[in-house]
């Protein structure tokens, strides 16, 4: 069965550096989406893409934040100057056409900035 | 402001004991509702979408309802193994995005 993976599974990095995250959504999906979960609270939508472009964004989504499709495979979410607060799992989702709306998640990545 | 509530916040239920899950929300521009089910330290897995008042559907011992206001996830007879938490997510008439509920920790003793 199809899915979306994430990479890599946990990163750490320093305060003020940057970051890059990667996913692999389904492969005839063309709609994508972050996501993030701090530590015990609910899920956060950050940020849909569609059509090389963002389609809407949440207020979390600062000037820190940047999303790109660089090739017809993976999705990518830049945190450019990592702050204590962005400590979280990230989540990459896709959805298909046609009105379907279901998005599947992947498994997430943990960052931890120290 | 758009909101999705889940109720209760944690709910431990022993083998066989069947219970049900709220998740009630007030989202202007509606589409749709979500359920997901999320093991710790894994991301959300779709269980069901549902989209007018009166809809059901059905997987295994889980049965999910909609009305106007809230959404019910009937569990009948729990196993152990349904232990997780589980979501509610509101999707926008725009489908660009989908707000959670805090969610449910269900907990099955055997």
């Known amino acids: 069965e199809p899915e979306v993976t994430q990479t890599p599974s946990h990163q750490v990095t320093q305060m003020g550096q940057e970051v890059i995250l990667r996913c692999v959504p389904i492969s005839n999906h063309l709609y994508f989406y972050w996501y993030r979960q701090i530590l015990g609270q609910k899920v956060e939508f950050l940020v849909s893409?569609?059509?090389?472009?963002?389609?809407?964004k949440s207020e979390i989504f600062d000037d820190q934040f940047s999303v790109e499709r660089p090739d017809g495979s993976n999705f990518t979410l830049k945190i450019r100057s990592t702050k204590l607060e962005d400590s979280a799992m990230y989540f990459c989702a896709s959805r298909s056409t046609g009105g379907v709306d279901t998005q599947y998640f992947g498994p997430g990545t943990r960052l931890t900035v120290l | 402001e758009d909101q999705v509530t889940q109720s209760p916040e944690a709910l431990r239920l022993q083998e066989g004991e069947s219970s049900s899950l709220n998740c009630s929300y007030t989202?202007?521009?509606?589409?749709?509702l979500f359920w997901y089910r999320q093991d710790p330290g894994k991301g959300p897995e779709f269980l069901f979408t549902l989209y007018s008042a009166g809809e059901e559907k059905e997987k295994e011992r889980l049965k999910a309802t909609l009305t106007k206001k809230e959404s019910f996830l009937h569990i009948t007879a729990p196993k152990p193994e349904d232990s997780a938490t589980y979501l509610c997510?509101?999707?926008?008439?725009?489908?660009?995005?989908?707000?959670f509920g805090s969610g449910t920790r269900l907990s099955i003793r055997p």
């Open positions: 997510a509101a999707v926008y008439s725009s489908a660009s995005k989908i707000i």
């Open positions: 989202v202007s521009g509606l589409r749709g």
């Open positions: 893409f569609y059509n090389n472009e963002i389609s809407e």
